[in-house]
């Protein structure tokens, strides 16, 4: 899919560049010098030379932040911060998983993976995540077919709730804004916003997503009664 | 009024990460943490994160900078305009929109790009990082947690999960304007 975009993105830009320059569409955007050849393409060179150095230039730039940030993490995960918050999430998540026992390694490995990901421990978050999924799969009848909780499970995955979005601010703070981490407060709450949406549509969606189907459901009768 | 809620979101983007940082060293030192040694050996990873993620900044940036330096992304800014005011969603944005859910390396290089175009503290540019910072890859995160199961029938996971993606950048374009502009 990224592929796809990726190919079709170049392929675009070069070709309305280069059937600007011959004359078959009008110019886009108003060109520096009108007497040259080429203009569009130029601008093209341009954009792709600076972009890729600026790239860069803007990894180079973060690895301060990163830093301080990882090594921060590193001791919250040491001083068990990541089982503390999963004990505050624990009772919201029995109430949002009814179907999965409270105290099956499933849960367990959720609330784990809720809390690794709101803190931002994305390297600690997704083999917790893959585990929860293999409990999950235990739990599940049709082992070809997502089950509810597997379903309210990546759509509050999917919907990032992360308490602070570090590489965000960090470049903000690369690129010299006035107040990098003003974006805080709004970003918490768009995230929630997304949160409660996943939940709501995962829980009301279900019963129209029937969990039987002629795959695997009921093998074909014996013709001896 | 909004200008109490501005007030309280600087504060709170003031507060938390002075917050955060004391409160992690202070729980590091009562859990009998070696803060400092942890801390340096996990600070080296911020180093290999900037690394990895030069390669996929770069693919991004010079496709979107490619589209945008042949006049595309503006023209498409422009034809989408309308729509998007009425729903109050900056139409600069739209590439972040369109790249979030598919990539999270794509996101970040979007939103260096939008950045860039724009200006660090301009309305698209900061509507693009809330964006960024408030929802998840949801393609990526369908693909590797169900194959890892084999599970094949997603049933209604990817309407869920870009219903909840289609909130969040809604959100994030409201309560920005709402809370910082």
Same mark, same amino acid.
């Given at each position: 899919m990224v592929n796809r975009v990726f190919v079709g993105l170049i392929l675009l830009a070069f070709a309305v560049a280069l059937l600007c320059d011959v004359g078959?569409?009008?110019?886009?955007r108003p060109p520096?010098? &009108?007497? @040259?050849?080429a203009v569009h393409l130029k601008l093209l060179t341009d954009g792709a030379i600076q972009s890729a150095e600026s790239a860069v230039s803007l990894a180079i730039g973060l690895i301060g932040v990163l830093a301080l940030w990882m090594g921060l993490l590193r001791v919250a995960e040491r001083a068990g911060l990541v089982a503390m918050l999963a004990r505050l999430l624990r009772p919201v998540m029995t109430r949002l998983f009814?179907?999965? &026992?409270? @105290?099956?390694p499933a849960m367990g490995a959720m609330v784990m993976n809720m809390a690794a990901n709101m803190l931002g421990l994305g390297n600690a978050a997704t083999p917790l995540g893959l585990e929860a999924m293999r409990h999950l799969q235990e739990l599940?009848?049709?082992?070809h077919l997502a089950s509810n909780a597997m379903v309210l499970f990546l759509a509050i995955n999917t919907s990032g709730l992360t308490l602070i979005p570090i590489r965000v601010i960090a470049m903000r703070a690369k690129y010299d804004s006035?107040?990098?981490?003003?974006?805080l407060l709004p970003t918490l709450l768009a995230t929630l916003c997304s949160t409660v949406v996943a939940v709501l549509v995962a829980k009301l969606l279900g019963p129209r997503f029937?969990?039987?189907?002629?795959e695997t459901g009921t093998p074909p009768a014996e013709a001896t009664p | 009024m909004t200008e109490g809620l501005q007030l309280v979101a600087r504060a709170v983007g003031a507060g938390a990460i002075p917050f955060v940082i004391a409160f992690i060293v202070l729980v590091g030192a009562v859990k009998k943490v070696p803060v400092y040694e942890v801390f340096v050996e996990g600070a080296k990873e911020g180093f290999d994160v900037a690394v990895r993620i030069i390669p996929y900044l770069v693919a991004v940036l010079v496709a979107v900078g490619m589209v945008r330096s042949a006049g595309l992304l503006d023209l498409l800014a422009d034809v989408m305009r309308p729509v998007l005011s009425l729903v109050g969603?900056?139409?600069?944005t739209l590439p972040m929109g369109l790249i979030r859910p598919l990539s999270g390396g794509g996101a970040d290089g979007v939103l260096v790009e939008t950045i860039e175009a724009h200006?660090?503290?301009t309305l698209p540019a900061t509507t693009a990082a809330v964006m960024g910072g408030s929802t998840e890859t949801t393609f990526y995160v369908l693909a590797v947690y169900f194959g890892s199961v084999g599970i094949r029938k997603i049933r209604h996971a990817l309407y869920a999960g870009l219903l909840a993606d289609l909130a969040g950048l809604l959100a994030a374009s409201w309560l920005t304007r709402l809370l910082l502009f």
């Open positions: 078959v569409l009008p110019a886009l520096g010098q &009108p007497d @040259d050849v009814p179907d999965v &026992p409270p @105290d099956h599940n009848p049709k082992k006035a107040d990098p981490v003003a974006i029937s969990l039987d189907d002629d | 969603v900056p139409a600069e200006g660090v503290d």
